[in-house]
């Protein structure tokens, strides 16, 4: 068993390939040689009751799809609930990106007429649909369901036009399918993450709102949409924040992918927008702008002089992470969509 994730286990052996088996509740996946499948298979079956599926084709509701040598996650049975459930309600405006751009999501003030509780209900079954097709295989909606996931428990007409907006652009781009293409480098393995932060996103709390993709060889492995913990003071400030949260996602993959007995390239880079926040990093020093940061967020500077991590400038317009932050325009969602989203050919 893997001393990082209890649902993973590994069977390694000198000079050979080595198997894997990953359990998610009752789903479980082997990958190795045809040997070590059926000795897993059988050794299994004297102790459980299991089905054996043959070719991992479907795994925890999403369809792996094998197309010219690269392999694409896709959500069908999801999509088609989403169509069952909602589908009436969409118009026949086409929208370009889920929700409006610069659009942000308040929550409702006291007396704001709200939607009745049979229409909350189904506010929420939406909400928590887009949620798990963002978990597999659609981190491109990923800030606009966050900002819907903040209404969860009260939510007006408007927000309810703005959950049909984000699922008519899912119905819209149901085609759409995350692309798992790692990049072969002579038996090299490397991993980077990608940060951004938008400054006080949250027009109530003024909140910053943080976001990251980690790469691993090149394919999408992990991303996120999330409001900060506390209020940042500066836009360098919220910056930093988002490298130690990709930081943390960054060591725990690190950790996975070395309990397999994957030896990766150090540094792990970590890529991000903001110079003051990239001199932070690497800087032990303290002034009036920067001496009340938590120190929990400094962690990051103790794996950078151990050579574990190196933190990069990544031009804004180049940073994947971009939207994940906030609402963006058309241009840009297209932009850093279609880098790890691709169509799935002959899906109607």
């Known amino acids: 068993a893997s001393s990082v994730d209890p649902g993973l286990f590994i069977k390694n052996q000198e000079g050979k390939l080595p198997s894997f088996i990953i359990i998610y509740v009752d789903d479980g996946g082997i990958i190795g040689t045809e040997k070590d499948i059926k000795e897993v298979i059988e ?7 299991i089905k054996s599926m043959g070719k991992m084709e479907h795994f925890v509701g999403c369809h792996i799809i094998e197309e010219e040598g690269k392999l694409m996650i896709h959500q069908p049975k999801l999509i088609t609930n989403l169509i069952k459930h909602f589908g009436n309600l969409i118009g026949d405006r086409v929208f370009k990106t889920p929700a409006g751009p610069k659009t942000v999501i308040m929550r409702p003030h006291e007396g704001d007429p709200l939607i009745t509780p049979e229409k909350q209900k189904k506010f929420r079954s939406g909400v928590g649909m887009l949620l798990y097709l963002v978990k597999h295989s659609r981190p491109d909606i990923n800030n606009a369901v966050r900002e819907l996931s903040k209404v969860a428990d009260g939510a007006t007409e408007a927000h ?3 959950l049909i907006r984000a699922i008519a652009f899912v119905i819209q781009t149901k085609s759409y399918a995350l692309i798992l293409c790692p990049m072969n480098l002579q038996g090299s393995f490397y991993m980077e993450g990608i940060g951004d932060s938008e400054y006080a996103g949250d027009r109530e709390t003024r909140i910053s709102v943080f976001g990251y993709i980690i790469y691993f060889c090149g394919a999408p492995i992990a991303w996120k949409s999330k409001s900060s913990k506390c209020v940042t003071l500066s836009s360098t400030e919220a910056e930093y924040v988002a490298v130690s949260e990709v930081a943390k996602e960054v060591i725990f993959a690190k950790q996975v992918i070395e309990s397999m007995g994957i030896k990766l390239q150090y540094p792990i880079i970590i890529k991000c927008d903001n110079v003051g926040a990239i001199y932070l990093s690497n800087n032990h020093t303290t002034s009036q702008r920067t001496k009340h940061i938590d120190v929990r967020y400094h962690f990051v500077r103790e794996y950078i002089e151990d050579g574990v991590l ?10 994947d992470a971009d939207i994940y932050t906030k609402n963006t325009t058309e241009e840009l969602q297209i932009k850093h969509t279609m880098k790890n989203i691709g169509e799935v050919k002959d899906y109607k």
């Open 310 to 319: 190196k933190v990069l400038f990544i031009p804004t317009e180049d940073n």
């Open 43 to 49: 050794g299994l079956s004297k102790t459980f009751n």
């Open 160 to 162: 309810w036009k703005q």
